[in-house]
């Protein structure tokens, strides 16, 4: 038997008993006619006392000992003279009577304790010998309880643990997919899961109602400060519930795990928070509530301020994620969508178009110092709105064959139809006239080629 306890077992109840350790050797202080030893395994640390009475053979061995050598050492339990209150084996300490090496070790190259000398690439290079060390033992440990404790509740709500397949078919997703060829099947390949989304839903289909899995998830995106490549996730499904259960059973595990495994109380029912009210307040759909960093509404105070880029109404999200301008109800819908990032400014193109037959724009509308006017109705009924749409540069945007879009002194001159280039823009966007030359009152709609700077953009609203 190598040993018959660990190294953090040991209590004063223990003095006088006889036992064997087995660990690391995580320190040697020869004092001449005493050597001290320090023995670590991953379950605590004990004092290991060599005597000048101790066997001739104990103390040539313990002699020669070296950091990180992995002995066995064989004693009685004695009381310490001086306690080590900062250590839970600090009353008792081990008067060896045999000491044998069971395998040599070449000096560490950093300190494997509390805190490390080492830095990042070379604890990195020698991980094994990182994680001896407590503070990754304990994270460790730590992540193993929790994981235990999850099981345990989730099993008593009658959820089952269902493993899903790692060599799936790639899915279109949120990242790139990692990709295992296929012996087999010469230029194929199997994709490493992103979630087990689809298996989850499968399983709710076959009448699972309550499924959970610790998953291991593979994404192929850059490094974020809470995920990396590869992670885990605790993935649940359930059927026949409502938005009441759902987060009542996730209140319980996260009340149960919080207090079996760190032995916090956590309070249930946890503060709710509607997604609107959360992004109006804070901007953030996961606010932390500990500071008091909440949003204010100043645009009562600035309504009037006249150093405006667009001076009219603000920008609101739609339902669909489009950015909807409003001139204070005088102007109608209006869709906005940034091509391309240039320098901080979005490059986009912009298409106007009436309100209506009988209706215009109570006043203009400027982009970097040009009026952009919008051409007259596309039917008898007039158009749908002003409508703001963007294309990527170089592209010509739908519509009618009469409309081309217009450029700004940063896009390159395009070719005319006899061949040459247009003579190029000024300063700012200069209108280019249709093939026409109709110019803003052809039929259609006149169009604009502008950028912007978007200087902020919270809880929905974006300021121009």
């Known amino acids: 038997m190598y040993r018959t306890h660990t190294c953090g077992c040991l209590r004063a109840d223990d003095v006088n008993r006889t036992v064997t350790l087995a660990g690391w050797v995580q320190k040697v202080r020869n004092l001449g006619a005493m050597t001290f030893i320090d023995l670590r395994d991953r379950y605590g640390i004990t004092q290991i006392v060599v005597e000048e009475h101790s066997p001739a053979e104990a103390r040539e061995t ?27 084996t600090g009353d008792i300490e081990v008067a060896a009577e045999k000491v044998v090496v069971l395998h040599e070790a070449e000096v560490p190259p950093f300190t494997i304790e509390e805190t490390s000398d080492g830095g990042d690439d070379l604890r990195m290079k020698y991980r094994y010998l990182d994680l001896r060390r407590p503070p990754l033992q304990r994270n460790m440990i ?14 008593s709500e009658g959820f089952l643990e269902i493993e899903t397949p790692y060599l799936v078919n790639s899915t279109p997703e949120g990242a790139r997919d990692f990709v295992v060829p296929s012996r087999m099947s010469p230029n194929q390949f199997y994709a490493l899961p992103q ?17 959970f899995q610790i998953a291991r998830c593979f994404r192929d995106e850059d490094l974020r400060a809470d995920r990396q490549p590869e992670f885990t996730q605790i993935d649940l499904e359930m059927s026949f519930l409502d938005e009441e259960q759902i987060q009542t059973i996730q209140e319980g595990f996260l009340k149960r795990v919080f207090k079996e495994v760190l032995d916090v109380d956590v309070q249930t029912p946890f503060l709710r928070m509607p997604w609107r009210e959360a992004m109006d307040r804070f901007g953030s759909d996961k606010p932390d509530m500990r500071f008091g960093f909440e949003l204010q509404d100043i645009s009562d105070l600035v309504k009037d301020c006249g150093a405006r880029v667009w001076p009219v109404g603000r920008l609101d999200l739609d339902s669909e994620g489009l ?6 109800g005088a102007l109608t819908n209006a869709l906005l969508h940034p091509s391309q990032e ?6 986009v193109w912009v298409k106007g178009y009436r309100t209506g037959a009988e209706k215009g724009l109570e006043r203009p509308m400027t982009l970097d110092g040009q009026a952009l006017r919008p051409g007259p109705p596309a039917g008898p009924n007039g158009g749908a709105g002003q409508a703001f749409r963007h294309h990527p540069r170089g592209e010509k945007p739908p519509g009618p064959p009469d409309v081309r879009p217009l450029r700004t002194h940063r896009d390159p001159p395009q070719a005319g139809a006899g061949g040459k280039a247009p003579p190029g823009p000024g300063p700012g966007p200069r209108p280019v006239a249709p093939p026409d030359g109709s110019g803003d009152g052809a039929a259609g ?14 809880m929905g609203k974006a300021a121009l």
């Open 62 to 88: 313990a002699c020669k000992l070296g950091r990180e050598w992995v002995v066995q050492v064989t004693g009685k339990v004695v009381e310490r003279s001086s306690k080590n209150p900062k250590m839970a």
């Open 142 to 155: 730590l992540r193993h309880k929790m994981a235990q404790e999850i099981r345990r509740f989730l099993d």
């Open 195 to 211: 979630s087990p989304q689809q298996y989850k839903q499968l399983l709710m289909l076959s009448g699972f109602d309550r499924y």
């Open 323 to 328: 950015l909807l301008l409003t001139d204070d």
């Open 342 to 347: 240039v320098e901080k400014e979005y490059l």
């Open 445 to 458: 709609a006149g169009n604009l080629c502008a950028r912007l700077r978007i200087f902020s953009c919270k």
